[in-house]
């Protein structure tokens, strides 16, 4: 069965810095492009980003381009989001899932709280 | 970029057919999957490839695909369906979704 867990959310400073990790199981992680998808409070899911199958390929959406950055460490089946300059607007529940055209596997979301 | 439109909002009785657009332009030249999120849920992914549903979701979830709009149907509509539902597309290296209708069941 496929287990997505996030972690790292919490309360940080505008213009700070998080990582956000998701530990993937119950699937050969490597074979898998990966995304991430944010939902602020009351509102709607917004993609974030997706990374391919090796890394070697990042995809963002605008609101967070320039600002995010997508890894993944393929021999420890993690994902990660590092979050630079957050603004106030970034706070959100952030959901990992896997693949992307079509995510059938979600995990529980972490919260971030952008706030000074 | 691309834009996909929901209406806020749909209202359906028990056991009556609901149905959910989203639209968007050329839509039916892409592959559009639905999601439901109950609150305080992860969404689950109901229908995908337009109309193909993953193992485990209820048959009376269904999906088409034509033109400039894709819909999302439920036929006998039960109470536990009532949840957000969102459409998404892949588009040229991008995700898409909708901004959501909030299904009512009353």
């Known amino acids: 069965e496929v287990h997505l867990l996030e972690s790292g959310g919490g309360l940080v400073q505008p213009g700070g810095s998080l990582r956000l990790s998701c530990a993937a199981s119950g699937f050969t992680f490597s074979s898998y492009t990966m995304t991430w998808v944010r939902q602020a409070p009351g509102k709607g899911l917004e993609w974030v980003s997706t990374?391919?199958?090796?890394?070697?390929?990042?995809y963002y959406g605008d609101s967070v381009k320039g600002r995010f950055t997508i890894s993944r460490d393929n021999s420890k089946n993690v994902l990660y989001l590092h979050m630079s300059s957050p603004r106030a607007d970034d706070t959100a529940v952030y959901y990992c899932?896997?693949?992307?055209?079509?995510?059938?596997?979600w995990g529980q979301g972490t919260l971030v709280t952008v706030s000074s | 970029s691309y834009d996909l439109t929901q209406p806020p909002s749909v209202s359906v009785s028990p056991g009556q057919t609901a149905s959910i657009p989203c639209s968007g332009d050329r839509l039916g030249d892409k592959y559009v999957c639905w999601y439901q999120q109950k609150p305080g849920q992860s969404p689950v992914l109901v229908v995908h490839?337009?109309?193909r549903r993953p193992s485990g979701i209820p048959d009376r979830f269904s999906g088409s695909n034509s033109g400039n709009t894709a819909a999302l149907t439920i036929s006998g509509t039960q109470a536990m369906d009532e949840a957000d539902y969102f459409c998404?597309?892949?588009?040229?290296?991008?995700?898409?979704f909708g901004g959501g209708t909030k299904l009512t069941v009353l």
């Open positions: 490839q337009n109309s």
């Open positions: 899932a896997k693949e992307w055209q079509e995510m059938a596997s």
């Open positions: 990374i391919n199958r090796s890394g070697t390929r990042t």
């Open positions: 998404q597309v892949w588009d040229n290296s991008i995700v898409v």
